[in-house]
């Protein structure tokens, strides 16, 4: 336990190095317990990472723009059984295009779909898009939820000459979501198009849509 409160992990996609693909730095910026399932408590970390290609001098944990752009670019879930001192490493989340994610901190939610882990991750830009991983708890394990494929039919399901350009993001506690539309020739910022009103189910281990409702802009 002492040893993840203040180190970074091995990462899998990312290493350490001198290449300009690899990170010249790595500290753990948050960590923290977040729950309890079947007795066995579950910790995060979340990890400032600085790659090799970054042309500042700043280093984690630094008040620098590029330290703080980079503090939360990395994030790893362990779970420690109540009889052990030790924890073992569950998940991580870490890209190889280092500055192309931002993770947040996991979270346990109890919802009418089961126990649930969410593990949240953005892709970095105007879009925020929505690349977060979502599990269901069976029996001793955590069983991957498919949650890809609802937004594809989400995108078929919106009026003709509306898009949505931007990430959506459930609410896994109520199972509902809500995207802002746009037209063509609508600021990044400012969807004039309405709101799809989302509510989401999850069957056979997938989010699926149960229905969508368009508030149109008066």
Request: net charge neutral; proline share 4%; with cysteine.
């Amino acid at each position: 336990m002492n040893v993840i409160r203040d180190r970074c992990i091995e990462f899998t996609e990312v290493k350490a190095g001198d290449r300009p693909w690899q990170f010249r730095e790595c500290r753990v910026s948050e960590f923290g317990e977040f729950g309890v399932v079947d007795g066995e408590t579950y910790y995060y970390a979340i990890y400032c990472i600085i790659p090799n290609y970054t042309t500042e001098k700043s280093e984690c944990g630094d008040e620098s723009l590029d330290a703080r752009y980079h503090r939360a670019r990395g994030s790893a879930v362990f779970v420690r059984k109540a009889s052990s001192e030790n924890a073992r490493l569950l998940f991580e989340s870490v890209a190889r295009e280092i500055g192309t994610i931002r993770t947040e901190k996991p979270e346990i939610i109890h919802s009418s779909a089961g126990t649930l882990l969410y593990l949240p991750v953005a892709i970095e830009g105007t879009a925020h898009g929505n690349d977060s991983e979502y599990y269901l708890r069976g029996t001793g394990e955590w069983l991957p939820i498919e949650a890809t494929t609802w937004f594809a039919e989400l995108q078929k399901r919106i009026p003709a000459g509306l898009g949505i350009w931007k990430g959506v993001w459930p609410d896994l506690r109520t199972m509902r979501a809500e995207a802002g539309l746009y037209r063509a020739g609508d600021a990044n910022c400012c969807p004039t198009g309405g709101i799809a009103r989302i509510r989401l189910a999850i069957r056979s281990r997938q989010l699926v849509i149960e229905s969508v409702v368009v508030d149109k802009v008066q």
